[in-house]
């Protein structure tokens, strides 16, 4: 969701995006939120792999000791840090894209008005006393 509204919010792809905040010296609010998005992505792989390795641990064909029961635990507690960390950075990139909108197009300048023409007379300066 996050990758969608920020392509819908720049009009290009988030693999170009990301490349041309990359390549940009210094920081914009492109560079923040293609950041922000690679975080919660990285924070989603690590949940998907502590749980992996959480199920491996905890297979009912596998015996389950004390040194496993610390592995299974340690995992728990990776998942749960995961989890707070995703939510945390959704919940701000959420809240930043939320107030950003995508400006119109400026539309071209009017053309140049027509000039009074050349020949009329300047208006005469009048005196008052």
């Known amino acids: 969701m996050i990758a969608e509204r920020i392509e819908e919010l720049y009009g290009q792809p988030i693999a170009a995006l990301e490349a041309h905040a990359d390549a940009q010296p210094r920081g914009s609010m492109l560079a923040a939120l293609t950041s922000s998005h690679t975080d919660v992505q990285l924070t989603e792989r690590n949940i998907a792999f502590q749980l992996k390795r959480?199920?491996?641990?905890?297979?009912p064909e596998r015996e389950i000791g004390k040194f496993e029961a610390g592995h299974l635990?340690?995992?728990a507690r990776r998942i749960a840090e995961?989890?707070?960390?995703?939510?945390?950075?959704?919940k701000t990139v959420s809240a930043v894209l939320a107030g950003l909108h995508r400006v119109p197009a400026t539309p071209p300048p009017p053309s140049a008005a027509p000039a009074a023409p050349a020949s009329a007379p300047a208006p005469a300066a009048t005196r008052t006393r």
């Open 54 to 59: 959480l199920r491996e641990l905890a297979h």
């Open 73 to 75: 635990v340690d995992c």
């Open 82 to 90: 995961s989890v707070a960390t995703r939510d945390a950075h959704a």
